[in-house]
């Protein structure tokens, strides 16, 4: 079963303009969010996170949202640029417990000039 | 370069062979973490490393599988008699216990291919 769920395969975006990838999960025991952009033929690189004390946490163009209630987080870019153009990835965690990470399918951001 | 690096990159081998990755991490971290990405997936967990000491091993890693970190710098993971379905990019990340929490840092991965 997936615990962490994105279920935008692809977005596509012109640049200047707000990108928003969205994030669902099930374990409500997560309590640490993650993103990672991964770009081809390089592995995930970390670029944001959130504590569940937490309902945004921004820095730079990025701004990371989380609603508990709804098991929902959301990952805005603004403004988008070209170089933003990746697959970006969910992750979620207990903190505490194992270290894992559990990611989710990921979703590729197409940011259009 | 100070960044996890992984070898090899790709790797090709016959259904039954057996294949070793080797992961360097970043010198100072202590943490060392395998996944696992195929194809239209994200990176699933396989194992985990604090210093030599491994923690905890997925369901998913059967027992054709062993991750060793002798030394608690660099590790390796041997898959043994190797099946269609091992296909796929391993994944080596590592961390250091006392920086933000979750913070991986992963290299860039090495494929294999079970022909």
């Known amino acids: 079963d997936q615990q962490v769920k994105q279920n935008s395969p692809s977005l596509s975006v012109q640049e200047g303009r707000i990108s928003i990838l969205n994030c669902d999960y099930t374990?409500?025991?997560?309590?640490?969010f993650l993103w990672y952009k991964k770009y081809p033929a390089e592995g995930p690189t970390f670029l944001i996170s959130?504590?569940?004390?937490?309902d945004k946490n921004e820095d730079g163009r990025f701004t990371v949202f989380l609603n508990k209630s709804a098991k929902h987080l959301s990952l805005h870019i603004v403004p988008s640029q070209p170089g933003d153009s990746a697959v970006y990835f969910c992750?979620?965690?207990?903190?505490?417990?194992?270290?894992?990470?559990?990611f989710g399918k990921g979703t590729k951001l197409t940011v259009n000039p | 370069d100070t960044g996890v690096s992984q070898d090899p990159r790709h790797k090709i081998t016959k259904r039954g062979q057996n294949v070793t990755f080797r992961c360097d991490p970043i010198?100072?971290?202590?943490?060392l973490y395998w996944y696992r990405q195929t194809l239209g997936q994200g990176p699933e967990f396989l194992t985990y490393?604090?210093?030599?000491?491994?923690?905890?091993k997925s369901r998913l890693l059967s027992d054709r599988f062993s991750a060793e970190r002798p030394k608690g710098s660099f590790s390796t993971l041997e898959i043994q008699r190797t099946e269609q379905g091992d296909s796929a990019m391993y994944l080596c990340?590592?961390?250091?216990?006392?920086?933000?929490?979750?913070?991986?840092?992963f290299g860039e991965g090495s494929r294999l291919t079970v022909l």
């Open positions: 992750a979620a965690s207990i903190q505490g417990g194992s270290e894992k990470l559990v």
């Open positions: 959130i504590s569940s004390i937490k």
């Open positions: 374990n409500s025991m997560f309590d640490y």
């Open positions: 010198s100072e971290h202590n943490r």
């Open positions: 990340a590592s961390s250091l216990e006392v920086q933000a929490w979750g913070e991986l840092f």
């Open positions: 490393f604090q210093n030599e000491a491994q923690l905890e």
